[in-house]
């Protein structure tokens, strides 16, 4: 079982294989995963394709499967694991980061009230909201 984090959140891979910095998706689990998927054009998100480096394909895909570390590395964005190579992190660019922060606009989550009813920030985009946090360490 391998973990993959990305900012969407948490996935389980039952099928993932991994070695040498390599992490092999099947292509439903990388599109569930982050979005990705690997068709004639190249890899594509939605109405985005990345084409592949002429000669190196099967760096990013094999039969089946995707190489999800591989894509992250092209796009320019850090993907880490453990020394197991069973948690994988596939994070944003620092390019994405710093635009994130510039914008001052906080990422979009969801938390229960007191009462168990669901809160998104988004539902109160336009309107001052006070944020407080806290944390036992």
Same mark, same amino acid.
């Given at each position: 079982m391998t973990t993959v984090l990305t900012e969407a959140g948490e996935f389980e891979a039952p099928d =993932?294989?991994?070695?040498?910095? *390599?992490?092999w998706l099947s292509g439903r689990e990388a599109e569930d995963a982050t979005g990705?998927?690997?068709?004639? +054009?190249g890899i594509c998100k939605g109405d985005i394709c990345v084409p592949l480096p002429p000669g190196r394909e099967q760096e990013f895909v094999r039969g089946s499967r995707l190489n999800? !570390? *591989? @894509?992250? /590395?092209? %796009?320019?964005?850090? =993907? $880490?694991? #453990?020394? /197991?190579?069973? $948690?994988? $992190?596939l994070g944003a #660019? =620092? /390019? +994405?980061r #710093? !635009?994130? @922060?510039?914008? %001052?606009? *906080?990422?979009?989550?969801? @938390?229960?009230d007191a009462s168990g009813?669901?809160? #998104?920030l988004s539902d109160y985009r336009g309107k001052n909201v006070f944020l407080v946090t806290w944390a036992s360490w």
């Open positions: =993932a294989a991994g070695s040498d910095g *390599a992490l990705w998927v690997a068709k004639p +054009e999800l !570390a *591989a @894509l992250w /590395r092209h %796009l320019g964005q850090p =993907a $880490v694991h #453990s020394d /197991r190579g069973h $948690v994988w $992190v #660019s =620092a /390019r +994405e #710093s !635009a994130a @922060l510039g914008s %001052l606009e *906080a990422p979009d989550f969801t @938390l229960p009813r669901p809160h #998104s």
